[in-house]
């Protein structure tokens, strides 16, 4: 079936580090691959995407490359801010028939940023 | 644009009551995706309507249940609530469920709902 592993958290790291977050996939067919943000008390926001291999999504300094080869779609930010503490899914939309898409998602990673 | 919104933001039940949470999909979409987020099971995919019709319906009992009216809002309503349906309820919208490029979802800020 279709499934997505993300790194375990939480992540702490100081302002101005560098930061990954390792995502693989597992899915039949050729997905579309995303990252979600999840600040305290809010619902998802859409940090980036990528429909196809070798795309590369990017938003706000945050990067993601489809990787078919690895089933990969890791998250980097070469530079973080304690403004981007907050929770990181990696989902793919998976086609379930009638035209109908879904999200699966990983477990979510928390990472901190301290000053 | 205006975003997702979802009516109320915070709900408290009781067991063996019922609820209903209201989304406003985003302008022009017409696809709406239902998910509950719990510390337990993560987001999990409950249903998605399109054109007022379900299309696909994840592994969740029958007390849960959805419609959508023909200006794209989508209402889900809980029956019989028990204490785990204690959850984040997020709301979706897309353009199109039917081409994959086009069907990016975007959240709205979720209804927390508690049972006691």
């Known amino acids: 079936g279709n499934s997505v592993t993300q790194m375990e958290g939480p992540v702490t790291l100081s302002e101005e580090a560098f930061l990954t977050i390792n995502c693989t996939y597992t899915?039949?067919?050729?997905?579309?691959l995303f990252w979600y943000v999840q600040y305290p008390g809010e619902g998802l926001q859409l940090l980036l995407k990528?429909?196809?291999?070798?795309d590369k999504g990017s938003n706000k300094g945050f990067e993601a490359t489809y990787r078919k080869e690895t089933t990969s779609f890791h998250l980097e930010k070469g530079s973080v801010q304690v403004s981007d503490s907050a929770v990181y899914f990696c989902?793919?939309?998976?086609?379930?028939?009638?035209?109908?898409?879904?999200?699966?998602f990983g477990k979510g990673t928390k990472l901190s940023v301290i000053p | 644009k205006a975003g997702v919104t979802q009516t109320p933001r915070y709900l408290i039940k009781t067991r063996g009551q019922q609820v209903t949470l209201s989304c406003s999909p985003i302008s022009g979409h017409r696809s709406v995706s239902w998910y509950q987020q719990t510390p337990g099971q993560g987001l999990q995919f409950l249903f998605e309507y399109f054109s007022e019709t379900q299309r696909n319906k994840g592994n969740f009992p029958g007390r849960f249940s959805g419609r959508q009216f023909s200006n794209s809002r989508s209402e889900m309503n809980v029956s019989t609530l028990e204490l785990g349906d204690s959850a984040l309820y997020l709301c979706?919208?897309?353009?199109?469920?039917?081409?994959?490029?086009?069907?990016?979802?975007?959240f709205g800020p979720g209804t927390r709902l508690t049972v006691l």
């Open positions: 989902a793919l939309n998976r086609y379930s028939g009638a035209g109908s898409y879904q999200l699966t």
């Open positions: 899915a039949t067919g050729y997905p579309s």
């Open positions: 979706a919208s897309s353009l199109d469920g039917g081409v994959s490029q086009l069907n990016t979802q975007y």
């Open positions: 990528a429909t196809k291999a070798d």
